[in-house]
């Protein structure tokens, strides 16, 4: 299985900042990598799929880079709805691996 | 619009076989790149990948997990059901099942149902 490690854990960040949550793949996924949003009580929300095209919907302050084993999702301005706690997926094999996840907090 | 939503049992007795149903509308399970997916969550936890069952009626199972899963799907009823084995303590958990999509070769959880909390205990 590929295993996917976020960095942070969790952090403490002010409405305004600009925060960066990074996600290492064990092997390569190409550019196989979404990025989801959960917030207390609620299902995921994709945010990102292949790594940097955006979901319909989604804010453009979310953004994604990166491709083969390093990722990253980047809020640009964070807002105070956007406190919750952030996921990376590969896709790239059969099981789709989640990231332990990276909790954003006030 | 798409929707879909779990149901099963809430309460499962140690030894038991859990059995859960996704209910779609919106999506159709016939189409060339869709799959459903089941994901759960134990309180606090991350996120686990269960089980997938696809379009052309493949299936996968988390390899940790496979002896004890089957996932099948009925099209006419909009249906995708999870039955999973020898349930433990360890299995309580809030049950998702997803929409799989492939869009330009690559594959994403796009729809999310609200989720069901499994509780094991005697």
């Known amino acids: 299985d590929i295993q996917m490690t976020q960095s942070p854990s969790s952090l403490s960040a002010s409405v305004g900042d600009r925060v960066t949550i990074t996600c290492r793949a064990s092997?390569?996924?190409?550019?196989?990598l979404n990025w989801y949003q959960q917030k207390a009580g609620k299902a995921p929300n994709l945010l990102i799929y292949a790594a940097s095209s955006l979901q319909s919907g989604v804010p453009p302050r979310f953004s994604g880079s990166g491709s083969g084993t390093d990722f990253t999702l980047t809020i640009s301005s964070l807002q105070p709805e956007d406190f919750a706690i952030y996921y990376c997926q590969q896709s790239y094999t059969t099981p789709p691996t989640f990231g332990q996840g990276t909790k954003v907090e006030i | 619009q798409i929707t879909l939503k779990e149901s099963g049992p809430t309460l499962v007795k140690p030894t038991q076989t859990l059995t859960l149903t996704c209910t779609f509308s919106g999506l159709s399970l016939n189409r060339n790149g869709v799959g459903v997916g089941w994901i759960r969550q134990p309180p606090g936890k991350a996120l686990e990948w269960l089980a997938l069952?696809?379009?052309?009626?493949?299936?996968r199972y988390n390899p940790s997990l496979w002896s004890r899963l089957s996932i099948t799907k009925d099209t006419s009823r909009n249906q995708v059901v999870l039955t999973m084995t020898n349930m433990g303590p360890v299995d309580t958990a809030t049950y998702y099942c997803?929409?799989?999509?492939?869009?330009?070769?690559?594959?994403?959880?796009?729809?999310w149902g609200q989720g069901t909390l499994v509780t094991v205990s005697s």
């Open positions: 092997q390569s996924v190409n550019d196989r």
């Open positions: 069952i696809y379009w052309d009626d493949d299936k």
């Open positions: 997803a929409r799989y999509l492939r869009y330009s070769g690559n594959w994403y959880f796009d729809r």
